[in-house]
């Protein structure tokens, strides 16, 4: 199983270790951070970009959701927020925040059950891809675009560029093409960073300028225009 970023938050250390211990029952290859507080989990996410986060709601100021709030609005992506609670009082509102709820005592079936659902959404929205003998799995929202020098690939993050061994009409077959468009035989690029597309290049919101060759401009536009929802 790929690795991910997961954190654990509860300011009560017996249902903090609780959560642990189920997340080890589900699968012994997750390695969860564990936080006491919300405060220890907010100071912890100005370096770390979690990938799922269990936190109670009702913990000392900050509560667990205003954690959450805060975490949700300066991390990008976002991470999967499951709420583990005592009352299911909260979920209207935690309505567009939270990935899921568990309700204490969590029943192990639940447990699986949401897991089982968190997989699936992080699995379904990131690209994997083996690199020195090494398994990578980007968030798709974390590739701003793709460009190839004959069989070598480098995809362009945020933060970092990774060199891989493929052509553009292989990721093609693996990526969402309802998110990426091909301008120029060279290039994918992510719709959702395009900031604005002129004659010759895309301008995209990082400052990169991609180019847009003649031939493909037409169908180019077309898919843009689609992802708009125009």
């Given at each position: 199983m790929t690795t991910w970023n997961i954190a654990v938050c509860d300011d009560e250390q017996d249902e903090r270790e609780e959560v642990l211990r189920?997340?080890?029952?589900?699968?012994e290859e997750l390695i969860p951070l564990s936080f006491s507080s919300a405060k220890e989990l907010l100071r912890a996410a100005e370096n770390t970009k979690f990938d799922l986060i269990l936190l109670d709601i009702e913990m000392t100021?900050?509560?667990g959701f205003e954690a959450a709030k805060q975490i949700i609005a300066t991390q990008e992506p976002r991470p999967l927020i499951v709420f583990i609670t005592k009352s299911n009082a909260y979920t209207?509102?935690?309505y567009g925040?939270?990935?899921r709820y568990l309700v204490k005592p969590v029943p192990w079936d639940d447990?699986?059950?949401?897991m089982d659902a968190v997989v699936d959404?992080?699995?379904?929205?990131?690209?994997?891809?083996?690199?020195n003998g090494k398994l990578h799995s980007l968030p798709l929202q974390s590739i701003y675009f793709i460009e190839s020098f004959a069989h070598i690939a480098v995809i362009h993050t945020a933060d970092e560029e990774?060199?891989?061994r493929a052509t553009l009409s292989e990721l093609k077959q693996t990526l969402p093409m309802s998110r990426f468009a091909t301008p120029h035989k060279s290039y994918l690029v992510n719709m959702a960073y395009i900031n604005s597309v002129?004659?010759?290049d895309i301008i995209l919101t990082n400052g990169v300028r991609v180019p847009i060759s003649r031939r493909r401009k037409q169908d180019f536009n077309k898919d843009f225009c689609r992802f708009l929802g125009r």
């Open positions: 189920l997340i080890n029952r589900y699968n100021a900050p509560t209207t509102k935690g925040v939270a990935f447990f699986v059950i949401t959404e992080l699995t379904a929205n990131r690209f994997s891809f083996e690199l990774y060199r891989i002129a004659a010759e």
